[in-house]
């Protein structure tokens, strides 16, 4: 059986998650060591300068040089964190970051559901052949998706774990985001921005298939939608 941490990330499933995560271990080692320095030194001191019947207390007004030191080290450490990291969110989150060949969608958050715009069969999204699907997300593995974020009310937040992907979505404005997934299979997309009463059932399925299944959906879907609309005008 493979060794798992308690604490280990979900399964990465997008181009970008290796090196996000590459950075979430980064930050929590550095975090961590620092961690450890603190506690260490406040044992330390606890114990070195415990109270005692035969010790005159000694005041101080603190010492220059250690403030520098314990302001410098972090502040050059963000900053080199900082420079490191932003080529990655220059990358994921930049203007017209998005592949041009990416697949656009529209996804819509309200009280509390996801509601997902698909492009017709043409392909094009902005068109009368666009149909809509409640709280399922069809994607092509390897295929690389720009999505628009709206809201209609409050603040939602798009998240899939898997894909290393948390987006805000704010009412108002057209929020875009992207990303690849690598993986085929099923994953949970929830709402990660407090939004209301019912924001815990705020959720939706996201499946990644093959080309051919995923064409094979879409015919499904755009004949349901046709069929609707047609009945709709009857």
């Not at 980064?26 to 005692?52: N, P």
């Not at 068109?127 to 399922?136: A, L, M, S, Y």
């Not at 805000?168 to 994953?187: I, R």
């Amino acid at each position: 059986m493979p060794f798992s941490l308690p604490f280990s990330l979900p399964p990465a499933a997008s181009t970008y998650a290796g090196d996000i995560d590459f950075l979430f271990w980064l930050i929590t080692v550095i975090t961590g060591i620092a961690f450890v320095i603190v506690e260490v030194g406040l044992v330390w001191f606890s114990i070195k300068y415990r109270w005692r019947a035969d010790r005159r207390a000694h005041f101080t007004h603190g010492s220059a040089r250690a403030e520098v030191i314990w302001t410098a080290v972090p502040a050059v450490t963000v900053v080199i964190l900082g420079l490191m990291s932003n080529g990655l969110w220059v990358k994921i989150k930049g203007r017209n970051s998005a592949p041009p060949d990416a697949v656009q969608l529209e996804v819509h958050g309200k009280q509390f559901e996801w509601i997902i715009t698909y492009p017709g069969p043409d392909g094009q999204l902005g068109n009368e052949d666009d149909f809509k699907v409640r709280k399922q997300l069809h994607l092509v593995v390897d295929k690389p998706v720009n999505m628009h974020l709206t809201a209609e009310e409050v603040i939602h937040s798009f998240f899939v774990p898997e894909f290393r992907l948390k987006q805000d979505a704010v009412p108002g404005m057209t929020v875009q985001a992207w990303f690849q997934p690598t993986k085929t299979g099923e994953f949970e997309l929830a709402c990660a921005e407090l939004c209301g009463h019912g924001h815990y059932s705020m959720r939706a399925r996201v499946f990644v298939h093959t080309q051919a299944e995923y064409d094979a959906w879409l015919a499904e879907r755009a004949a349901q939608a046709a069929t609707s609309e047609e009945e709709a005008k009857s």
